[in-house]
Each structure stands twice: as C-alpha cells, then as structure tokens.
C-alpha cells in the first residue's frame, strides 16, 4: 500500500509559481512510475505530467508544457511538480499518483494509477 499526501497548493497570481510537493510513505519509489493530474470545477480529471523510473523520462501535457516540470527524488520519496507562468485556467485541485510500470515508462491514463493523494488547490487569479 502506498500512501500519498500532496502540499505546497494555494492562491497566487496569474504569471507568478508554485512548487507543490507529494510525500510517498513507502520505503522506496524507486520502481514506481509517478504523476500528477488536476481537476477543474466542472470538468473531469485530467493528466499533466509524469515521470517514469530508471531514465526519469517525462511527459507532458501540452497546455503546461514550458511551463510545468515534474521531478522525484527517490531518496526522499518525493515527488514535485514546479509549476511556472501561472495561468487562471491552472486553477484546480492537483492530485499526485504512483503505480508500478515498467522501466522508462511515464504514464498518462488516470486508470493506470493505482495510488493516490487527496489532492492540494491551486487557485490562479487574473
């Protein structure tokens, strides 16, 4: 069981940077692919970014390539998404997610994850 708790969420304004953070409470990620989705009032949940394990190869979403970057660091089983250029449809709850996958694999289907936060707001006013 892998347990994900998210921080680093809150409102900020358009143009300025986040960096929210995911703590993994397991005794190593090392085997896990990892990502983060969002999800807007409204709307379904979506995929943003991920990074697989081994290459630490990424992937992105393009409404936050350029702007967005998803990092780990398996000593600390953390996870993290920098997020830069800040826009109001940025606006959302960011969950984290873990699933194990094969080496150099980012994954970008929410069904492909089998572990998940609770998620963190993020709110971009204009």
């Known amino acids: 069981q892998v347990h994900l708790v998210e921080s680093g969420g809150g409102l900020v304004q358009a143009g300025g940077s986040l960096k929210l953070s995911c703590a993994a409470s397991i005794r190593t990620i090392n085997s896990y692919s990892l990502g983060w989705f969002r999800q807007a009032p409204g709307k379904e949940r979506e995929f943003v970014s991920s990074?697989?394990?081994?290459?630490?190869?990424?992937i992105d979403a393009d409404s936050v390539k350029g702007r967005f970057t998803i990092s780990r660091d398996n000593a600390k089983n953390m996870i993290y998404l920098q997020m830069n250029s800040l826009k109001p449809e940025d606006t959302a709850i960011y969950y984290c997610g873990a699933a194990r996958a094969p080496f150099g694999s980012p994954l970008t289907t929410e069904g492909s994850y089998s572990y998940w936060g609770q998620g963190t707001q993020v709110t971009v006013s204009s």
């Open positions: 990074i697989a394990w081994g290459d630490d190869s990424t």
